[in-house]
Structure formats: C-alpha cells, structure tokens
C-alpha cells in the first residue's frame, strides 16, 4: 500500500524510515517532508503544509493511500483526521474532539478530575485579576500554562509569585500566544522526575509501547530556555522505572483515560503520551499529546521491531485488540538534537552542514533530519530552530550516549549547537 506521513520534523523522518520496512509498503509520501526523508529509498515528499487539510485529503485520494500517519499536533486539532475518516481513508490518529487532550489543557485537567487521574492541583482563569488573586495565595515555584498549542513554549515554571504574575499577564493581557493564552491554567509545581510514556490505542484496546525521558531545556545542566526538546533517550533510566511504575501508569492513568474519553463521547484512537511527573515513585499526569514526541519518536523508532504500519493499521481499524504486545530491542537508544544558534529565539537559515555521512558511518547510528533543504549547489543547509537528531543504539544508555556523540563530532556546523549532557540522569547505570 501507499502510505501519507503528514509533517516535516525529526519524529516524521523516523516515522517515514520505519514504515518503509513494512512488507506491505509500497511508497512513503511525506507532506511536506525534509531534506533528509527526499533521500529515503521509497520515500517521496510532496509539496503540501501539514496544517493544509483539504489538499491533503485531495491528494490522499488520488494517491489511494491505504494509511495516513498524522506526525504533528496542529492538523490533528484542526481535523484531519475527521476529513479523512469521512472519505474512509484509513487514518492513525485522534479526531478534533480527541485531540482536546493535547489541544486544550483545560480539557485535560477537566477530565484528570472527573476520572480521578493523579494530576497537579490546579484552577482555569480567563480573568487577569482573579488569576492573579489566585497566584498570590500560593507557595512558588508556580506553574503557568497557556491552555492551547504554543509549539512547546506554552508553559512557564515561575520561580516567584511576580514572575508567576507577569507570566499570567503575559498571556491573558499582553496576548503573547494568541487564542492559545486566552485562557490559563495556573497549577502547582511538583516535585520529582519526568518520564514520558507511549502507548496506542483504538479507543477500546490499550497496546502499551514504552518509556523515555526527554531534555527541555536548551543548554547543558538543564539551563536556558524551554525548547521542543533538545534530546531523549528510550527507555527510561532503570533508577526512576522502578518495579510496578509501568502497571500503575497504565491502570491509574491510560485505562481511565480511555475509559473517560469513550464516555465523554470522544473515542480516543492513536498515541496517547503521557508526560509525568513520578514524585516518590507514583506517578503525576503533567499533560498528555497525541502524537509521538519529537525527538523522543527517533530513539523510540530505533528500538521497535514490529512492523509500524502493521501497528498502526490495526489502530486505526479498530483492530488493535489481536497484537498482545509490542516487541523491543533490549538496547537503548539515545537522540541529540542539534539546533540552530538561537533557537529558540531567532536564528539564520540556509547555513551549510557537513559530514552527516560521516555521523551515519556506523550501523548503529542514524541522523533523522528535521529542519533541513538542499540549496542551489545542492548542500545540506538549515531551515529550522531544531535541525537535526543523532541518534544512536547502545547495549545500555550510557553506551548509546557515548555512541551518539562520536557520531555528532563528525558533523561541521559552526552556525549550530546541541547539550552535551543528553542522558546525564542515567550516565551512572549500567
């Protein structure tokens, strides 16, 4: 069959790569794609924006594709999904209502209370002034969260009660993220660690995937600003996935969740990612997306070994309840992203990179490419924030990290930077 990835980043990029494996793939189209999915054998990308719904539905009927794979958060909360379902275009991937789990925290929090998820404590305002009334009666660190999508940049831990303020200011008066700030979530602040965990599912049937931990912040020892993530590493470092977490992940966390969203009138089909907070080994829903996370989806893709567009057809079939369960590389895998000077502030584009053959020299080793084109002499140069994910498998996280970092020494780049601390939480375990 002819599969659709939707999406341009690193996460569609190893999407892209492991579909292309799938026995029953013919082509690969990727809307619209990168530099480096254009060099995937079986592998086309097409001139379409994700967030562009009706021309990519148009295409996928043309094409008679068998499975459309929405890689991003915008075109799922704008309905593509929808759109496809209603054309009977397989599709994995939740419907608009669905998407509300990533698209609307408030959704979330709402749903966390009346299914009993163990979430942080937290109140809705749309109101400046009682927002701030209620910031001034917590104990800071205090968390702000803008409701809707701001491409990762949404959320703001507040050291002190002003900047927690300002922050509230900042999105409810001042409109620094549009419609996505018209309404805020202020929450308390939790202390523990973050894991991220995967699952699929088809509204009905849960297919539990795996764990990872991802890195926010832009420079080493977690300083800087928030970004998309700078790197991740799958699975979770064996000290916070203690014995019994994953099962009470699933049950306390996923199951209701599920359970909920069918309740609600709002079957739930696709990834559910639960970003956590594990304080004293139980676990915290922080917020949820539906999508895999970029660059957690490259390490993640590296360890499978089913057949994704198997997975995934069954999802979006409804069939998910005949694979009992998912198969791992017992290696870990590990991602460095390199980023633009800049990012994630501003930054130039068209600045020329080399030696990514070099960094794929060893089998272990893959460069998923993210913002990047091929200029008029046909070199690699940048066109994003996030440029590229090394990514790396090891006999433990360690091994992957250090097999990952030999491999992002080769690439010359002196318009760009990467953290080189990726996997500092684990660098101890063996």
Known sequence: MNILVVGSGGREHALAWKLVQSESCDLVYVAPGNAGTQEEANVENIAIPADDVESLVSFSKEKNIGLVVIGPEAPLVLGLADRLIEENIPVFGPTQKGAQLEGSKIFMKNLCKKYNIKTAASENFTDIEKAHAFIEQQTPPVVVKADGLAAGKGVIIAQTIQEAKDAASMMLSDKEFGDAGASIVVEEFLEGEEVSYFAITDGKTILPLTSAQDHKRAFDNDQG??????????????????????????????????????????????????????????????????????????????????????????????????????????????????????????????????????????????????????????????????????????????????????????????????????????????
């Open 225 to 430: 600003p928030n970004t998309g993530g700078m790197g991740a590493y799958s699975p979770a470092r064996a000290g916070i996935m203690l014995d019994g977490l994953e099962e009470t992940i699933i049950k306390d966390i996923l199951e209701p969740t599920v359970r909920g969203m069918a309740a609600e009138g709002c079957p739930f089909q696709g990834v559910l990612y639960a970003g956590l907070m594990i304080v004293n080994g139980t676990p915290y829903l922080l917020e949820y997306n539906v999508r895999f996370g970029d660059p957690e989806c490259q390490p993640i893709m590296m360890r499978l070994k089913n057949d994704l567009c198997d997975l995934l057809l069954r999802t979006a079939e409804g069939r998910l309840d005949t694979i009992t369960a998912a198969q791992w590389d017992d290696k870990a895998a590990l991602c460095i992203v390199m980023a633009s000077n800049g990012y994630p502030g501003s930054y130039t584009k068209g600045t020329v990179i080399e030696g990514i053959n070099k960094a794929e020299s060893r089998p272990e080793t893959l460069v998923f490419h993210a913002g990047t084109s091929k200029n008029s002499d046909e070199k690699m140069v940048n066109t994003g924030g996030r440029v590229l994910g090394i990514t790396a498998l090891g006999n433990t996280i360690p091994d992957a990290q250090n097999n990952a970092y030999e491999a992002a020494s080769k690439i010359t780049w002196p318009d760009g930077f990467y953290r080189n601390d990726i996997g500092w939480r684990a660098s101890s375990e063996k």
